[in-house]
């Protein structure tokens, strides 16, 4: 049985995990002047890990992970609680927890959880139920919590991709097209009440992204240098280790957020476009993943891990090339940082799951 799981697995999705890691493990190479440490080697050893984790998660029995969905995303959001009681200072926010010596950012697993609750819910309802408001109060309560303790912490990129996320996955469910109308016009009168209630830092993010030359040596820095670095890398780059903004150390959190821009100075327009087109393609595996799938549990799981990780590249690529503010949004399985690759690790786990077991038409036999 187990070694027909193994025959079975889509090693087309293996392989571009492989692929994108290791052009993560090259830039984050060369963001340490040509060394392996301190990032390259430990980004190499997490990826094989989660990979491990990943393969073994896609073997777990699919009925299981159906039936504890509320329960994961009940114990992650304890996880996410907890950040207010023993969470741990990073960067002017208290967004990790220590677990075992490992920092863990609960914020990502969660939007794993929120992928696995919302695909349980609306398998479970019928089809005709999903378009009735009365059947919003529930998801909207899985986004709106986590979305709450979020925003505390304070991590903006994070709360904004949770609602992103809710709102694709709402969609794709079936839910009326005129609910998003109506959402995005509250959104829109809701914004002078947003903007007061961010910290001033956050609000200094979104001034600079409007005008990040009123201020170019404090607020818009990062994002000029940014630009200047992107744009300095023409078609085809600088050369690996070439990058001038990165090593004369202009280019700010160069191993993480901004690592877009490192590779696309040293490897101009065309390696960028290599990434992005290696991400469409794992996109569009999920995607095809999704709707082969005989029941609307597996459909969901996978539409959402692939929205997910979309959500991520874009938001990244938008920030670091000036299309939208600085919200600190890793690029996921290349930008140096365990929790992200752990979460999309085990969202891909998730896919390769919903593949191996397509062709069940009951779940709710477990």
Known sequence: MIFEKIKNLNYLVIFLLILISFIGAAGLYSAADGSYQPWASRHLVRFYVFLLMAIVISFIDIKIIYK???VLFGLTLLLLISVEIIGVLGKGATRWIRVFGFSIQPSELVKITII???AKFYHDIKFENIKKISYLFFP?????VPFVFVVIQPDLGTSLSILILGAFILFLAGIRFWKFILGFIITLV??????QSIKPYQRDRIISFLNPESDPLGKGYQLIQSKIALGSGGATGKGFLQGTQSYLEYLPEKQTDFIFTLIGEEFGFLGTIFIILLFILLIAVCYFISIKCFHSYGRILALGVASNIFIYVFMN????????PVVGIPLPLISYGGSVMLSIMISIGLVLNVELNYNLKKLDNA
């Open 317 to 324: 690529i938008a920030m670091v090339s000036g299309l939208m």
């Open 190 to 195: 809701s914004i002078p009440i947003f903007l």
């Open 140 to 144: 909207f309560l899985i986004l709106a």
């Open 116 to 118: 696995l609750a919302l």
């Open 68 to 70: 504890y969905s509320y």
